[in-house]
């Protein structure tokens, strides 16, 4: 047999192999009590076993990883007692337990001090009660769900969570996660009434934007960056459409485009009234589903582009 390397950050087990840091490999057909112990000693940040009878009690030498990022066990045989251990891990950010089918969620009340942000949920007994623990957790962004017991009232109840994004490809319509979304938004608006007149001038600046960002990157595509007039013309936009101070590392102080237009297939989904001044306006990349959100502020009589935030961890800042 070969022997265990002296250091590992990442360990994974499937199909019987089991390796350490993406390369050294050796062949070890079932995890024990004792090889988990031993693997726990590396203290990795990373750890994933699939298609392999982990139960609860084979995950306590894990018990208080203080460096683990990742962890993964999927189509084991866990249940719900399993948060009890993850729930001792102050790094832990990535939790992947698709395919134990004995995980209901009921135990994810004690997860509510982790920094967890993705849980992989599909193919587990995950039921209404066990996803409203979920979206509990605060630092919790994205939670799939498909091939679970969650149902679409279950879905529903949770909207008030705005940081939270379910993902279900199967288990619910398009048209029924965009519901959800929908409802999720107005959730989190603040209470002032839209001004509608306002929202579709803003729809209209942003369509006049997008149109001109799309002639340029198409421009640029041609001409290339060596062309005297790429910056000029770029400048001349944000001019006309943006009031956002110029920030290092994003347009217009540095040059970049997207061969297919960054925003050739973004479609308004949504407007939202902050003051009577500013607001926003969201839209979604079709086909993607990235969703976007724009500040939009009058300044001088007029609106412009003041900001504009794309929802990965929450909705983050991000460049025109």
């Known amino acids: ?8 950050r990442t360990i994974r087990w499937e199909n019987g192999i089991l390796t350490f840091d993406g ?5 070890l057909p079932e995890l024990t009590t004792e090889i988990m112990e031993k693997l726990a000693e590396y203290k990795p940040v990373g750890f994933y076993v699939k298609n392999n009878p982990v139960t609860d009690k ?15 066990v999927e189509y084991g045989q866990l249940t719900d007692a399993c ?7 102050p790094k832990l950010r990535y939790l992947l337990l698709d395919g134990n089918s004995q995980i209901t969620g009921s135990g994810l009340s004690v997860m509510g001090e982790c920094k967890i942000d993705l849980l992989t949920l599909n193919h587990t007994g995950l039921n209404d009660d066990g996803l409203m623990q979920a979206a509990s957790i605060p630092k919790l962004t994205h939670i799939q769900i498909d091939h679970t017991a969650v149902t679409y009232e279950g879905l ?4 008030e969570h705005t940081r939270i994004e379910p993902v279900s490809k199967e288990q619910f319509t398009q048209e029924q996660m965009e519901t959800f979304s929908n409802l999720q938004r107005e959730k989190a608006k603040k209470s002032v009434k839209l001004d509608q007149q306002a929202a579709e001038e803003c729809q209209k600046i942003l369509k006049d934007f997008f149109e001109a960002m799309t002639t340029w990157e198409k421009y640029v595509s041609e001409k290339g960056f060596e062309d005297k007039e790429v910056n000029s013309r770029l400048l001349n936009i944000w001019e006309q ?3 956002e101070k110029p920030r290092l590392g994003y347009r217009p102080l540095a040059l970049s485009y997207s061969p297919t237009g960054t925003y050739s297939q973004e479609v308004f989904i949504d407007a939202e009234q ?4 500013k607001l926003y306006i969201y839209t979604k990349t079709e086909g993607i589903g990235f969703e976007h959100r724009f500040l939009m502020k009058r300044t001088e009589g007029s609106w412009k582009i003041d900001a504009v935030q794309e929802r990965l961890d929450g909705w983050q800042r991000s460049g025109l």
């Open 1 to 8: 047999m070969t022997e265990f390397p002296k250091r590992a």
């Open 23 to 27: 390369e050294k490999t050796m062949e």
């Open 58 to 72: 084979l995950l306590m030498p894990f018990t208080g990883s203080k460096n683990m990022v990742n962890f993964g």
């Open 83 to 89: 948060f009890s251990v993850f729930a001792t891990m």
């Open 156 to 159: 529903i109840n949770i909207a």
């Open 241 to 243: 459409y943006v009031s």
């Open 274 to 277: 902050l003051t009577k001044n």
